[in-house]
């Protein structure tokens, strides 16, 4: 049974649902738009659960925010401004922020003890920049999300991030100059490292690929990798070339437990020897590439428990 109730306040044309003594104590997931518009208590939200809140202009989240003792899930656009002691808020495990908002968050944030997973997006009207060095102090993170990202640089600090279980990079190679060693992230299990340029985003250049496959070399128990979108600009730049036929490095043995592989979008004609060697991979994306009904039969031959899409046919095992 779905007990969420949800109510959305969007600028001073609402002010009046705010007025008077209505009651909110049932409501759970709270969204905001224009917020520089309003005049907001939080305290009359005793309830929520989850809070998206906006702004046209820059606006200052008031204090009451904290008294959201249940809130699990707050989602901030770019002009808004969080309360200094935002790392109180006790329940609060999932934060999103956006554009300006990640440039100059609260200076104690990295003293919550209950954020356990971050989700950033900068490609507003935003210049290029390294990855914020606040956001290597979050130790306690298991989930970091880099949707569609201006970064030129990721750094090593990275790896004192031990915690993480899932890296998201998707979207975000743009800018990008130089790809880390996240050999330290031991505890990682799903990386998402596709190259996919979205809202004008430049094609990233294809000498990241073999800094891609670098760096996470010893990341020996990931379960799920996506590194789908690599596809050089020329013929030149194949990094394997074998008879005409062009594909990207053996490398996968470094990954022995994979159960999820995508490599679709790469322009492949046909796929490393040691990918048909992940005896326990369930699910392999092929989508986008250049292999011949011939190259896909050898592929389900050699893994037969595992689901295959490809543009010729999609596998599912009986």
Partial sequence: MNDRISLLV?????????????????ITDLHIEKADELAIDF?????VRELWIDSRQPCRIPETLL????LDKLIVG?????????HRLESLRELWLKDHGIIAPPPDITRSSSIRELNIAYYGDVEPRPIPEWIFGMTRLEKIRFSVCRFT?????????????????GCSFSDLQSFPDLSGLEKLRRLAAASESVQGQKQPAYSLFPQVLDGIRNLRD???????GWKPRKKTEWPVT???RHSIPDVFDRHPHLH????????????????LRLAGLKKLKLNGNKLSREEIGKIIRHLPRCMIDSDIVCYKPR
């Fill in 78 to 86: 770019g002009h808004c401004i969080l309360p200094a002691e935002t």
């Fill in 222 to 228: 990931l379960d799920c990798l996506d590194l789908s």
């Fill in 67 to 70: 008294q959201l003792r249940h």
């Fill in 242 to 244: 074998q008879d005409k």
């Fill in 10 to 26: 969007q600028g001073k044309k609402d002010q009046k649902k705010l007025s008077g003594t209505p009651d909110f104590s049932n």
């Fill in 260 to 275: 999820e592989l995508s490599l679709g979008g790469m322009n492949m004609d046909f796929i490393p020897e040691t990918v």
């Fill in 153 to 169: 640089a990721i750094g090593e600090r990275i790896n004192q991030l031990t915690n993480l279980v899932e890296l998201d990079l």
């Fill in 43 to 47: 305290s009359v939200f005793p309830s």
